[in-house]
């Protein structure tokens, strides 16, 4: 090589690493404490006892949000936001307005490694950067390599469906037939009817053309990318690593079926992606790993659930989704979800994980916004959350809650500020701008939008959205329910009504929104909380407990038993803290917002009732 051209190429160096620099933000570390926060806070999650667990021992419950379908478009390159300051704006309506602790943040194969062997730097500047406006909200965050359908590439530009995921250097290496779907009327139904898509999905898991290998190279660098460029105490913020959304095998083997795949060829590649987790310096996080996509589907269904993987224990965590796909058909079920509708569904869940000795996280659900079968969105999302609140239904809760078991973490599909606003060329066609719903095959499960000043603003009722919820609990949560009373048009829900068996109670809530947790203590390390919504002003919610009672609870200190305090993040949001301090007792906590300026005879009369409810009850 001659001088001028070493002389240019070691420019380009310097410009670039200048570049890097300046795009990839490097922080300091350690890292300053979160707006808000108290010294119980920002710990890093652990899985111990099949739960997910802060560094004061409580359990903790994660809700939240996909965030978001928009890494699945080229519109802002396989990002979820086309700034820091929009991720910022999303992150702060999510913590406000929607009642997130926790977000699923997706990223793109396509994107981190556009040359094969090659990640791109700033694009995973501009991810962590994103991802970082999340947790300096307070927000905990899993990140996921999304993909459907495989790849975008493998689709023709006039195609009625496109897909995300693989860059197109790894479509190019399989020569794969013209994509056809044939009579579709869903896009999911291109996994399981598309020659091209089944094809490339079989090449994945069969490693062909060193295909894992590279992305389990790039995931390696990406892992490796996130510990460097956050602080420890942001890195603390990230619980795990989502390997592969929605996997599909393609096509089996001969004498394969589902569960020998995901014996033989999926949970080698978890073992592969952990390894290369621990490499990264991810070994104190969990991998949240996802069985075959229809292991627990209700129409589409095939054995599975990783039933042959053995103890999952703490270094996994089950990671599934479900969509109600008779609600979504329009022709499988006609009318509305109703009380209990999904217990069984999710009871499935937390018996799987329980039996692989870890915990689970629900990553997505969700129902339309828009299209023929929107109108069941009211009632299919609530009886979603109460399903993930409790596996007992409301009209059974009062009389056997013993049954509820653990409370679900899950994350809601989806969170996209875009929504409505998009400009994107489907299958870089730019015949075919797609600008309404969510811009991907149609679909439109966005909870929030911006409105005409910019402002984020939810596309749903925010009674069902924003919830009281245990998000970390002081021992073990031992039942749990929560009545939201949101709307199916001007319809209110109450799917849990207080039994006339408790009339103090039944008063004291009147047609108000209540929560009620009841839990087992153990050390007293740090204080139970629960996420206080919008609907509950610090100065009109009424708790009713064993540990203390009081309507308008005060400001959180040490030595008080019930008080609310801002969650951490400065965002607004708030939450409720309960301090007991024993040790494998009984504790309970009714939460209402129904109550107004209660007499103090009235809260004792429901102290009363409640006390010999939880005796009867839970012994």
């Known amino acids: 090589m001659d001088m001028p051209n070493k002389r240019a190429r070691l420019l380009v160096v310097l410009v670039v690493l200048c570049g890097f620099l300046t795009v990839a933000g490097v922080r300091p570390a350690p890292a300053d404490a979160l707006t808000d926060s108290l010294p119980f806070d920002d710990t890093p999650l652990t899985v111990q006892n099949g739960r997910f667990v802060d560094g004061n021992g409580r359990e903790v419950v994660l809700r939240g949000y996909n965030v978001s379908g928009e890494t699945k478009l080229a519109e802002n390159k396989g990002l979820p936001f086309a700034s820091v300051a929009d991720a910022r704006k999303s992150a702060t309506a999510l913590r406000a307005l929607g009642g997130g602790n926790s977000v699923r943040f997706l990223l793109s194969w396509a994107y981190a490694e556009p040359v094969r062997g090659q990640v791109d730097t700033a694009y995973l500047a501009n991810a962590t950067a994103q991802l970082r406006a999340f947790l300096d909200a307070g927000i905990r965050v899993y990140p996921d390599f999304h993909q459907d359908l495989y790849s975008r590439w493998l689709f023709d530009r006039g195609s009625w469906y496109t897909g995300d995921g693989a860059p197109a250097w790894a479509v190019a290496l399989g020569g794969y037939p013209a994509e056809s779907c044939g009579i579709c009327l869903l896009w999911g139904q291109n996994i399981t009817q598309n020659g091209a898509v089944k094809a490339a999905q079989y090449d994945f898991w069969h ?369 409720l803290l309960l301090t007991d301090s024993d040790s494998g007792v009984l504790h309970y906590a009714l939460v209402t917002n129904g109550a107004s300026s209660p007499s103090t005879t009235a809260l004792n009369a429901a102290r009363t009732e409640l006390a010999a409810w939880a005796a009867q009850k839970f012994g």
């Open 207 to 575: 490693n062909r053309y060193g295909l894992q290998d590279s992305f389990l190279a790039t995931a390696q660098k990406t892992m490796a990318y996130l510990k460097d460029h956050l602080s420890a105490g942001e890195f603390a913020g990230v619980v795990g690593f989502d390997p592969y959304n929605e996997p599909y095998a393609g096509a089996y083997d001969s004498g394969q079926n589902s569960r020998t795949w995901e014996r033989d060829l999926l949970w080698p590649f978890y073992v592969r992606f952990r390894a290369r987790m621990d490499a990264a310096g991810w070994t104190d996080k969990p991998a949240l790993v996802e069985p075959n996509l229809f292991w627990n589907g209700n129409v589409s269904k095939e054995e599975g659930g990783l039933l042959d993987a053995g103890t999952l224990g703490s270094r996994y965590v089950l990671n599934t989704h479900f969509y109600d796909q008779k609600a979504i058909s329009g022709i499988l079920m006609w009318g509305n979800a109703s009380d209990g509708q999904y217990v069984g569904d999710f009871g499935t869940v937390r018996d799987r994980a329980a039996a692989a000795g870890t915990t689970a996280v629900v990553s997505e659900f969700g129902h339309p916004l828009n299209g023929s079968t929107a109108g069941k969105a009211p009632t299919v999302l609530k009886a979603m959350y109460q399903a993930l609140d409790s596996r007992v239904k409301g009209a059974d809760w009062w009389s056997a809650p013993a049954g509820s078991g653990p409370v679900l973490s899950g994350s809601q599909w989806q969170w996209d500020i875009y929504n409505g606003r998009h400009h994107e060329l489907m299958n870089d066609n730019p015949d075919k701008v797609k600008t309404s719903g969510d811009a991907w095959n149609d679909e439109d499960l966005s909870a929030v939008r911006l409105d005409g000043s910019g402002t984020a603003v939810l596309r749903q009722d925010a009674r069902l959205l924003d919830r009281v919820y245990p998000g970390a609990t002081s021992g073990t949560t031992v039942a749990f329910t929560y009545e939201d009373r949101s709307r199916d048009g001007t319809t209110t829900l109450t799917w849990n009504p207080v039994p006339s068996t408790l009339p103090k109670v039944s008063s004291l809530v009147g047609s108000g929104q209540y929560a009620v947790l009841v839990w087992r203590s153990a050390d007293g390390s740090a204080p139970t909380e629960l996420h206080l919504p919008a609907s509950f002003p610090t100065a009109a919610t009424t708790v009713v407990s064993d540990v203390g009672t009081v309507s308008g609870p005060p400001a959180y200190t040490s030595s008080t038993p019930v008080g609310a305090t801002p969650e951490p993040g400065g965002t607004g949001s708030r939450r």
